[in-house]
């Protein structure tokens, strides 16, 4: 249909580009005239690169629904396919702010707000969602809102946005207020992983950090862990890396972490077994 009518514009969720650009003989159906927009959830490194080899105008958009719905879009090319956020759209207005409403400093992570006219009214006969997503906006002497998105997000130095994951994704373990989204990028960093995912799980009574990527090439989930150790501090280590073909989806193309499969007693040891030497481990390893 793409090649019939002769589609100049196309967009699609990250999932779905993915999923057209393995299919064999992708590429001719798209034609060169076609610019490419891919939104609904983080594109991947791996895959924007993909996409600007396709030679076609590549753009990396961003909004939610309560911003009907572009709210920043990015344009990606060979030389700097990074997939940021990039800056926003006309008449609106973008925000990165700290925990009490004040403007967070270049390169400091702190939650977007969005203003402008594609904001919605509300949410339907939800009136205390709707004041707590939908707020005044501070700077706005006139009394315009913010949209409270729930993204972690950082300005660069060169004035884009860079997405880092989402606040709700944020987790405590053993005192430590941990991101996920900080390690899910660590993961994409390496080589072979073509989609990553962190999710804390309770493991025998504690809760625990568990990762999960996919690859088509035959990748060893503990040799990707001992990569981590030295791109992250010890308590953002992943008990484990569990390497799958494909992380499991939604209906709508995003990833299900209700169906990630929970790993198995050998898969949590993240060290191999060694034996206690000397008097002192042999009995410590008796008593214990």
């Known amino acids: 249909l793409v090649a019939r009518h002769g589609v100049t514009m196309m967009q699609a969720t990250p999932s779905s580009w993915r999923m057209l650009l393995d299919h064999e003989g992708t590429e001719p159906w798209l034609p060169w005239g076609c610019r490419v927009l891919s939104g609904g959830e983080a594109l991947p490194p791996d895959l924007a690169r993909r996409l600007t080899e396709l030679g076609r105008d590549v753009w990396n958009m961003y909004g939610p629904t309560e911003t009907t719905v572009w709210s920043a879009r990015h344009r990606l090319d060979a030389d700097h396919p990074v997939p940021v956020l990039g800056g926003p759209i006309g008449d609106t207005t973008l925000y990165v702010l700290d925990a009490n409403l004040n403007l967070a400093p270049v390169d400091v992570a702190g939650e977007l707000f969005i203003g402008g006219e594609g904001l919605a009214r509300g949410y339907w006969k939800r009136g205390a969602l709707s004041a707590e997503r939908f707020i005044p906006d501070p700077f706005d002497a006139a009394g315009g809102r913010l949209y409270r998105t729930g993204d972690l997000v950082r300005w660069r130095s060169d004035g884009v946005l860079d997405y880092v994951g989402r606040a709700d994704h944020q987790v405590k373990i053993r005192g430590h207020r941990i991101e996920l989204g900080e390690i899910e990028a660590r993961l994409m960093e390496l080589p072979g992983v073509r989609d990553s995912v962190v999710v804390a799980q309770e493991l025998g009574g504690d809760r625990q950090l568990i990762g999960y990527v996919s690859s088509e090439e035959r990748l060893d989930g503990a040799e990707l862990r001992a990569k981590l150790t030295s791109l992250l501090p010890d308590y953002m280590l992943p008990l484990c890396v569990m390497v799958l073909p494909r992380l499991p989806l939604t ?18 040891s993240p060290h191999a077994y060694e034996a206690p030497i000397g008097e002192i481990e042999i009995t410590l390893a008796r008593i214990w």
């Open 251 to 268: 209906p709508n193309g995003k990833i299900d972490r209700r169906r990630l499969p929970s790993p198995s007693q050998g898969e949590t």
